[in-house]
């Protein structure tokens, strides 16, 4: 079973970055997806970018120039590089993977997920 381990949240200005990390351990299968959601207190999880193992990405539009997500491979880490923040990134952020090479930005469609990164981006 896959074990995800998210890490790099914290307070920001609007305007500013952060870089989120989520280490990946365990089981995982050669072809694969993952991705980072997010969720705001009363909103429903969503997804904010997403990359297969065979290495195509996808974005969600809110974020599309800001956010860049990535994967060392060798470490086993994903990350999301998110620069211009605004208040309205705020959120729990979380990684999540899936069996196949599927890309996709449905939370419902991952199985394994990690205890989330709270990232707060102030006025």
């Known amino acids: 079973q896959v074990r995800l381990v998210e890490s790099g949240g914290g307070s920001v200005q609007a305007g500013g970055s952060l870089t989120l990390s989520c280490v990946v351990s365990?089981?995982?299968?050669?072809?694969?997806?993952m991705g980072w959601f997010r969720q705001a207190p009363g909103k429903e999880r969503e997804g904010v970018a997403a990359?297969?193992?065979?290495?195509?990405?996808t974005y969600a539009d809110s974020v599309k120039g800001r956010f860049t997500i990535s994967k060392d491979i060798a470490k086993n880490i994903l990350y999301l590089q998110m620069s211009s923040l605004r208040p309205e990134d705020t959120a729990t952020y979380y990684c999540?993977?899936?069996?196949?090479?599927?890309?996709?930005?449905?939370?419902?469609?991952?199985?394994?997920w990690g205890q989330g990164t709270q990232v707060t981006v102030s006025s």
């Open positions: 365990g089981y995982t299968y050669s072809r694969n997806c």
């Open positions: 999540a993977s899936k069996e196949g090479s599927y890309l996709s930005l449905i939370p419902s469609q991952y199985k394994s």
């Open positions: 990359r297969a193992s065979v290495g195509i990405i």
